[in-house]
């Protein structure tokens, strides 16, 4: 009789999952793998016919969690508020999952950034609607331009090149959002694409 596998398919995601969280997902090989459970590489191969399939199983891992981050900032008082808090949490409590995410070049198996974006903008969208009284394609104009900002600031964090505080962070997204809002509320079809940028910027710096 063949031996006994000694690990559950679930056991050995979680210790796949536990290496990518401390080293990335780079450092996720079979050897590696093999000798943080302790075994030869054939227990992992019973479950997985590549690495690349069990790197997908900790990929949705890194979704799953990162979806429970943005639906924690949707219960904040000022859920799109709330979401870049949580946000910018994510990236600080976990670099090498953020990195995963947003950071590695999309393929069969890894959605990518544009991907997530999309996903916290479905998540997002009924609350910006409701609050900032937009209409759908103004509120997902208005997400996409401050993810664009949180995610600036997250790959500062995780490159460890952040040289700004919290406080600094929630003083520009503060800044940015009331610009943001101001304008897709002043400037007819800017959330469209159809206004005259000439004639607007030219009114402005005369004040």
Known sequence: MPPKVKFQKEEIVNAAVGIVREKGIDSLTARELASKLGVST????????????????????????????????????????GVGQEYIRFAKDEPEFFKLIFLTKPDDALGGAIEALKITQDLVRDSIMRIYNMDAETADKYFRDLWLLAFSFATLIVTDDCPYSDEDISAVFTEVSLSLCKAFKEVPGLSQGNFDKDEIFSELVKK
């Open 42 to 81: 054939r227990p992992i191969f019973t479950y997985f016919d590549t690495m690349d399939e069990l790197k997908s199983e900790v990929y949705s891992y890194a979704k799953t969690l990162y979806r429970k981050y943005i639906e924690q900032g949707l219960k904040a008082p000022v859920p799109n508020l």
